[in-house]
T-cell receptor
């Protein structure tokens, strides 16, 4: 158990819908990262927050957004969902730099 | 931009044998980390080992060790006395130590099967 929690574990929804994925980092970790793992794109970095502020952005679609709250938990919002958004979404946390610890992931299926 | 290449999509080895997974990377950075992550069938991403680029000594964690060749930009993982529980996807990952760029860049992975 990495200490990073993600909810829900599984999410099944329809195209065009909007979903919210939630992540709670390890106690004391200020950085939260979101990654997408899909069959065709592999593991890709989406976005990083550090102590409530956006710190880095990767290949995140405009339909996707994220935020980190004062209690340091983070949410990833995916809207206008398409079939190609089906993937495993990971949250990871770290103290600041160095190793990142991953949550169990949220498997999103868009039908 | 950094790239990470894992040229072995699949490997298999008998239980108790030693296996080496290859990884090469490309970067213009001088200060960075390299990692190996393991993803078993449960899909959980588990950190196996980490190497800091400024350290010449190769990292070791129990049965897992790395061969870090900075000039060659090579970072291989050696698993000794392999066990059935080592069956998993293994991902090599790179991270700069530059502020605001602490994302992980992953390779495409090597699927390792330990044969009983």
């Amino acid at each position: 158990d990495s200490g990073v929690t993600q909810t829900p574990k599984h999410l099944i929804t329809a195209t065009g819908q909007r979903v919210t994925l939630r992540c709670s980092p390890r106690s004391g970790d200020l950085s939260v990262y979101w990654y997408q793992q899909s069959l065709d794109q592999g593991l890709q970095f989406l976005i990083q927050y550090y102590n409530g502020e956006e710190r880095a952005k990767g290949n995140i679609l405009e339909r996707f957004s994220a935020q980190q709250f004062p209690d340091l938990h983070s949410e990833l919002n995916l809207s206008s969902l398409e079939l190609g958004d089906s993937a495993l979404y990971f949250c990871a946390s770290s103290v600041g730099e160095g190793e990142q610890f991953f949550g169990p992931g949220t498997r999103l299926t868009v039908l | 931009a950094q790239t990470v290449t894992q040229s072995q999509p699949e490997m298999s080895v008998q239980e108790a044998e030693t296996v080496t997974l290859s990884c090469t990377y490309d970067t213009s950075e001088n200060n960075y980390y390299l990692f190996w992550y393991k993803q078993p069938p449960s899909r959980q991403m588990i950190l196996v080992i980490r190497q800091e680029a400024y350290k010449q000594q190769n990292a070791t964690e129990n049965r897992f060790s790395v061969n870090f060749q900075k000039a060659a930009k090579s970072f291989s993982l050696k698993i000794s006395d392999s066990q059935l529980g080592d069956t998993a996807m293994y991902f090599c990952a790179f991270m700069t130590r530059r502020f605001g760029n602490e994302k992980l860049t992953f390779g495409t992975g090597t699927r390792l099967t330990i044969i009983p």
